[in-house]
T-cell receptor, first 114, second 115 residues
Framework: DTEVTQTPKHLVMGMTNKKSLKCEQH?????MYWYKQKAKKPPELMFV???????INESVPSRFSPECPNSSLLNLHLHALQPEDSALYLC?????????????FGPGTRLTVL | GEDVEQSLFLSVREGDSSVINCTYT??????LYWYKQEPGAGLQLLTY?????DMKQDQRLTVLLNKKDKHLSLRIADTQTGDSAIYFC???????????????FGTGTRLQVTL
């Protein structure tokens, strides 16, 4: 089983709302990732959690706040977003070990900020 | 920094072979990947190749790696309409953190399969 699940599938929010994106995997992976993808572009890395600790933050604005409650779950809390934050948000996970560290992606959450 | 380069668009007829090319940046990358993305969907891992291999075949997919030229290609035999998608190559550059990897993606190639 190489499944990563994400909820919700679609999200529409206003600039003053607070919402959260959720990601879950049950592959025993110890690294989890958030990516942002704009139309016709490759995914851009936002955050990496390794063994439930934030290991990489790609200078993402503080209106995006990641959280890793346990090794299977990854959240992305959203607050005071801008219309330019509208994008497909992808979660991924990997074993988090040396050697092959293949990342498996979820289906994404399509976010629209009004 | 340098980009991982791919051609933007490829159109093939159903039943023909497709070849998608990628020029990557880090000659010490250990693994190189091909992902497929259908419209509105996430990224599906298609295949990967270890840097000490020249070729890997998996059913209709053949990956060729030329380390000297930092060139990676994906050949899809007997291309079907269901193969229409965007294809991304990706590398894990050297110097990665020991417990997590930073994938560097190519610019993506949109494959259109016509009848």
């Amino acid at each position: 089983d190489t499944e990563v699940t994400q909820t919700p599938k679609h999200l529409v929010m206003g600039m003053t709302n607070k919402k959260s994106l959720k990601c879950e995997q049950h592959m025993g992976h110890r690294a989890m990732y958030w990516y942002k993808q704009k139309a016709k572009k490759p995914p851009e890395l936002m955050f990496v959690y390794s063994y439930e600790k934030l290991s990489i933050n790609e200078s993402v604005p503080s209106r995006f706040s990641p959280e890793c409650p346990n090794s299977s779950l990854l959240n992305l809390h959203l607050h005071a977003l801008q219309p330019e934050d509208s994008a497909l948000y992808l979660c991924a996970s990997s074993q988090g070990v040396l050697g092959t560290d293949t990342q498996y992606f979820g289906p994404g959450t399509r976010l629209t900020v009004l | 920094g340098e980009d991982v380069e791919q051609s933007l668009f490829l159109s093939v007829r159903e039943g023909d072979s497709s070849v998608i090319n990628c020029t990557y940046t880090d000659s010490s990358s250990t693994y190189l990947y091909w992902y497929k993305q259908e419209p509105g969907a996430g990224l599906q891992l298609l295949t990967y190749i270890f840097s000490n291999m020249d070729m890997k075949q998996d059913q209709r997919l053949t990956v060729l790696l030329n380390k000297k030229d930092k060139h990676l290609s994906l050949r899809i035999a007997d291309t079907q309409t269901g193969d229409s998608a965007i294809y991304f190559c990706a590398e894990i550059p050297s110097g990665r953190d020991g417990t997590a990897s930073k994938l560097t993606f190519g610019t993506g190639t949109r494959l259109q399969v016509t009848l």
